[in-house]
Antibody, heavy 117, light 113 residues
Framework: QVHLQESGPGLVEPSQTLSLTCSVSGGSIGSGGYYWSWIRQHPGKGLEWIGYISYSGSSNHNPSLKGRITLSVDTSRNQFSLKLSSLTAADTAVYYC?????????WGQGTQVTVSS | DIVMTQSPDSLAVSLGERATINCKSSQSIFYSSTNMNYLAWYQQKPGQPPKLLIYWASTRESGVPDRFSGSGSGTDFTLTISSLQAEDVAVYYCQQYYNIPRTFGQGTKVEIK
């Protein structure tokens, strides 16, 4: 049973860059076979797909994020990461890391990120 | 982007009764070369991440009770809970994976009447 855990700051100032890391246990990112995703949920709202990355670094992301996003993977640490730049209040959300590029079959518990000065 | 629209936004159903949630995509998410509909359903309870229920529109994820079923094709899809249980109180989302960006419906809240 794969387990995913997000880590990162809960509070980030506007215009700064958010950095989140997802640690994976119970399965190896480097073994391939899966893509690894980020999804966010704005307060009281629905789900927004951010992007996904493979063990080799092949990735895809939501065009709505307009070049603000960087996805990376570290197979030696069994982690993958998200960087989101030029933050505004609209980026305040719960951020989930997850497994899958089509349907998502495993999710982290989520981490609340608030953008505020 | 493919827009996913769910109906209703909320519904209240008596215990043991049927709950039906609809999901409509703004374009067909049926891929003829695979003969598959690129649609998944999730359940989200308060304070928890979503949980996968169904993919390929009608394939139940391992461990999901058989009272949950998915149907539909093309642009119109349905999630049915055949006999609502107290633990089914949640928000349900559909999601298309036909193309990028992946998009979700706005969610349907299911409560007990």
């Amino acid at each position: 049973q794969v387990h995913l855990q997000e880590s990162g700051p809960g509070l980030v100032e506007p215009s700064q860059t958010l950095s989140l890391t997802c640690s994976v246990s119970g399965g190896s990112i480097g073994s391939g076979g899966y893509y690894w995703s980020w999804i966010r949920q704005h307060p009281g709202k629905g789900l927004e797909w951010i992007g996904y990355i493979s063990y080799s670094g092949s990735s895809n992301h939501n065009p709505s994020l307009k070049g603000r996003i960087t996805l990376s993977v570290d197979t030696s640490r069994n982690q993958f990461s998200l960087k989101l730049s030029s933050l505004t209040a609209a980026d305040t959300a719960v951020y989930y890391c997850a497994r899958g590029s089509d349907w998502i079959d495993s999710w982290g518990q989520g981490t609340q990120v608030t953008v505020s000065s | 982007d493919i827009v996913m629209t769910q109906s209703p936004d909320s519904l209240a159903v008596s215990l043991g009764e049927r709950a039906t949630i609809n999901c409509k995509s703004s374009q067909s998410i049926f891929y003829s070369s695979t003969n598959m509909n690129y649609l998944a359903w999730y359940q989200q309870k308060p304070g928890q991440p979503p949980k996968l229920l169904i993919y390929w529109a009608s394939t139940r994820e391992s461990g999901v009770p058989d009272r949950f079923s998915g149907s539909g094709s093309g642009t119109d899809f349905t999630l049915t809970i055949s006999s609502l249980q107290a633990e089914d109180v949640a928000v349900y989302y559909c999601q298309q994976y036909y193309n990028i960006p992946r998009t979700f419906g706005q969610g349907t809240k299911v409560e007990i009447k």
